[in-house]
């Protein structure tokens, strides 16, 4: 099996090249002013449009409202509109009845119960992502959670990990869930929002290697 990886936050090109040079298959693109990654959607268009139909691109929204998120999709045109606030079920079907795009939701994890009530989403998120529960930012922190959680649920839906992932950790992070997606953000830079483009060619090694090892 060949784990899947995402590069969250990108705001270069430098970046964009290094993600899919070493192999990501996805990247994303963070529209949440209070980020170190935020990007202006004139800025994150450009963005999309260098990366067009080479890696699969996600756009990110927090608890944006509906002008906001009809602009960001309109403006950007992702593959995929990731949402990483408080939205609920009923908006994220909205979203995906009414625009087409794949719609991807991020979970704080605490307990066992958290995971329960991801089954909410089934119908309404192509996707969750399995992310340390929000703090001052609702992602990008570098902070993990507590990986067994995930060992035996009974996942509805499709599904990646987040939350504190790094060159070091990811391979441990993999044998204990067996994540088919991981997605790492502040594991791959040298200072808040600025990516390191050594540190994301490690990440993608570690996973290959993790992938190598478990065929």
């Given at each position: 099996?060949t ?8 705001s270069?090109e430098?970046a964009?090249?290094?993600?899919i ?6 990247m994303?693109l963070?529209?949440?002013?209070k ?13 999309r ?9 996600a ?10 998120t009809?602009?960001a ?9 990731q949402?990483?606030?408080s939205?609920?079920?009923?908006w ?8 087409g ?9 605490k ?7 991801s ?8 996707r969750?992502?399995?992310d ?13 959670f507590d ?15 987040a939350?504190?992932l790094?060159p070091d ?8 869930t ?7 953000s502040?594991?791959v830079?040298s ?5 390191d483009?050594?540190r994301?060619?490690a ?11 478990h065929?």
């Amino acid at each position: 099996m060949t784990t899947q990886i995402k590069i969250c936050g990108l705001s270069t090109e430098a970046a964009i090249d290094a993600a899919i040079e070493n192999g990501a298959t996805h990247m994303g693109l963070v529209h949440f002013e209070k980020s170190p990654r935020h990007v202006s959607l004139q800025r994150a268009s450009e963005l999309r449009e260098y990366a067009a139909n080479r890696i699969r691109v996600a756009l990110l929204l927090v608890n944006a409202d509906p002008k906001l998120t009809g602009k960001a999709i309109g403006d950007v045109k992702p593959d995929i509109v990731q949402f990483h606030g408080s939205e609920t079920p009923e908006w994220l079907k909205l979203i995906a009845d009414n625009t087409g795009f794949e719609v991807w939701k991020a979970l704080g994890v605490k307990d066992k119960p958290t995971l329960a009530k991801s089954s909410r989403y089934v119908g309404a998120a192509d996707r969750l992502l399995f992310d340390a529960p929000a703090k001052a930012l609702p992602g990008g922190t570098g902070t993990s959670f507590d990986w067994s959680l995930l060992a035996d649920h009974d996942h509805q839906i499709e599904w990646g990990l987040a939350g504190g992932l790094d060159p070091d950790n990811v391979q441990e992070a993999l044998t204990v869930t067996k994540a088919k997606l991981v997605d790492v953000s502040s594991g791959v830079e040298s200072a808040p929002g600025v990516k390191d483009v050594d540190r994301i060619a490690a990440f993608c090694q570690a996973v290959r290697d993790y992938d190598q090892n478990h065929k």
